[in-house]
């Protein structure tokens, strides 16, 4: 049911309701009385040819978003995937002719209603003289092989915003109308559209998917209304995905080596951005394999289908070096996803990535040498902590996820499987110098508060560590463990608002490292030492059980939320309990 959850007032007003919000949002932009018309105020030149184009709403920001200088004149809105009525049409091709003298070209998505609707608007202009030419607009290529559609033609997709962007150009530059028209129908020639949709979207006031789904599914060549596409697939990467919406494009144009291209990457409305931006990357290296070069990459919802979680790419073959210079021109359209930084440097400033210096801090290898024999124990504890981390990220996972991001298990996870792949190369005879990398692996893989909680520690421990000049017994070195932990505490706690008691991970490490020192200041041996160390580590974890947050993102949570011990103090006593059975089977040897 939290799928047809809307945030409106009344699903029979939401279009009216968009409408003036854009306006007030965008007050050069006005809607006419009596109509959903949304008209630029001040626009276009007294010879100049203006463009109208609309279609169903619950594509936004298609097409109001698209009205400014540079682009559309006006745009007609319907209902929600509806045809706007051919009298809203014709009001706005009047309005649009009385700033426009050069007249008036409607830009038709290739739907039945909006062809029939605007068709007959524009026999109504004609009729009350004013000069109007159409262009039909559709450039889908998911149905193109099957043959479905062959008598209706190609689908209007968000390649209609190439066309908008280059016409709208040309007419502002005062280009005839049969000239625009003619450069609108060029650029639709020259495209190629096709999509993917992992769930489909539920229209106001219905409680029903257009599209049914299940979580394993994913809908090939998805239409914009929710209809099915060409096939339905099987789940799979992003990249195996990608590739079966981009071959048909391919074919449909069939680009050639050497071939110019502009590419749109429309977000369908409901994919995260995260997920509309690795899509970008894919697709860039996917098209460039063909040896296509991509003059311009545009990535934004530009024709949505609600909330609909899916990605479409519009491919624009560059049949003219004009178009270019159109797509690059700035427009005040408040939709049109290129800016400045859309144009590509000089070719030598153009690298994917910067190179960027070593954080320059060369460790050399301070602090006491371990004998070969402690150093091997080491490597194994290493091991054994990293191991076990991974396969208790699940758990902490779960932990983490009522009242954090629910990814703590994969955040350790990360610095694990770092510390395995590096272990062959850490400097494990010199537990100072690991303690930098250790840290160096922290900040790095980890990233977040946990990445630098344990680059603190690590980091403050080093700087300990690094004091001492020899290891005269194994009781005097772990005296220097044993200080290099509380330094390693003090670091963290120079930074951290979090204290013994705010459900942490201090409150597993904090005692862990007073029962460690008190047991060592005690004459104990190492390994009773950090067996006591580990009890306490335990105890503090489960004590977090019936704690409140006070720190981090836990903090904002309900309590109702925080049923079980803190994912952070968990992962303390995996990697503890792992050193331990490690030091013990080495004892035991």
């Known amino acids: ?286 098209i460039q394999s063909w040896g296509v070069q991509i003059v311009r990459m545009y990535a934004a919802p530009v024709m949505t289908s609600l909330e609909t979680n899916g990605v479409q790419v519009c491919v624009l073959r560059i049949a003219d070096n004009e178009w270019v210079r159109c797509l690059d021109t700035p427009t005040s359209a408040p939709a049109w996803p290129g800016c400045a930084l859309s144009i590509p440097g000089e070719e030598e400033s153009r690298s994917k990535s910067v190179p960027i210096e070593s954080r320059g801090l060369e460790v050399k290898e301070l602090g006491p040498e371990l004998h070969h024999s402690w150093s091997q124990i080491l490597v194994k504890g290493l091991e054994k902590a990293a191991t076990d981390l991974i396969q208790h990220a699940d758990k902490m996972n779960e932990l983490d996820s009522g009242c954090g991001d629910g990814d703590c298990g994969s955040t350790l996870a990360r610095l694990a499987k770092g510390i395995l792949t590096k272990l062959p190369t850490l400097s494990v005879k010199h537990p100072a110098k690991l303690l930098v990398e250790l840290a160096d692996l922290a900040a790095l893989l980890m990233g977040g508060t946990s990445g630098a909680v344990y680059g603190l520690l690590f980091s403050a421990a080093s700087s300990q560590l690094c004091k001492v000049k020899c290891v005269g017994d194994a009781l005097n070195f772990l005296e220097h463990v044993a200080k290099s932990w509380e330094e390693g505490l003090r670091g963290v706690m120079r930074y951290s608002k979090a204290k013994q008691g705010d459900r942490t991970l201090l409150d597993a490490l904090i005692p862990a490292c007073e029962e460690f020192c008190k047991c060592i200041l005690e004459g104990k041996d190492g390994l009773s030492a950090f067996e006591a160390a580990v009890l306490a580590a335990e105890k503090g974890c489960k004590s977090t059980a019936d704690m409140s947050a006070n720190v981090g993102r836990a903090s904002y949570v309900s309590d109702s939320h925080l049923g079980d011990v803190d994912a952070g103090a968990y992962g303390v006593v995996v990697w503890l309990k792992a050193l331990h059975a490690v030091f013990q089977a080495a004892e035991a040897n």
Request: aromatic content about 4%; overall charge negative.
């Open 1 to 286: 049911m939290a799928h047809h959850k809307k945030l409106v007032d009344d699903p029979e007003r939401c279009v009216d309701d968009l409408l003036s919000g854009l306006t007030a949002a965008f007050p050069r932009l006005r809607l006419l009385d009596g109509t959903r018309d949304i008209v630029l105020v001040g626009g276009g030149g007294p010879d100049t040819v203006g463009l109208v184009s609309g279609g169903g709403s619950g594509h936004e920001p298609f097409t109001a978003g698209f009205v400014g200088e540079g682009m559309l004149a006006a745009s007609v809105s319907g209902s929600v995937f509806a045809s706007p009525p051919a009298v809203h049409v014709q009001r706005a091709v009047a309005h649009v002719s009385q700033q426009h003298k050069g007249g008036v070209l409607l830009l038709i998505p290739n739907y039945t209603g909006d062809c029939l609707n605007f068709g007959l608007a524009s026999e109504w202009a004609r009729r009350d003289g004013i000069s109007v030419e159409s262009v039909i607009v559709g450039e889908d290529c998911a149905l193109l092989e099957s043959g479905k559609g062959s008598m209706t033609g190609r689908r209007g997709m968000c390649g209609l915003v190439f066309v908008y962007k280059i016409a709208g150009q040309l007419a502002s530059e005062g280009l005839r109308l049969k000239e625009v028209a003619e450069a609108a129908q060029k650029v639709t020639d020259n495209m190629a559209t096709m999509g993917l949709a992992l769930r489909s979207c539920v229209v106001p006031g219905s409680t029903q998917l257009l599209l049914k789904l299940d979580d394993e599914s994913v809908e090939l060549g998805v239409g914009v209304h929710g209809e099915a596409g060409a096939k339905t697939v099987k789940v799979s990467s992003a990249t195996e995905l990608i590739t079966q919406i981009l071959s048909p494009i391919y074919r449909a144009l069939q680009l050639k080596t050497g071939d110019k291209v502009a590419v749109l990457v429309n977000n369908l409305g409901g994919l995260s951005q995260l997920e509309q931006w690795v899509a970008v990357g894919i697709i860039q290296k996917q």
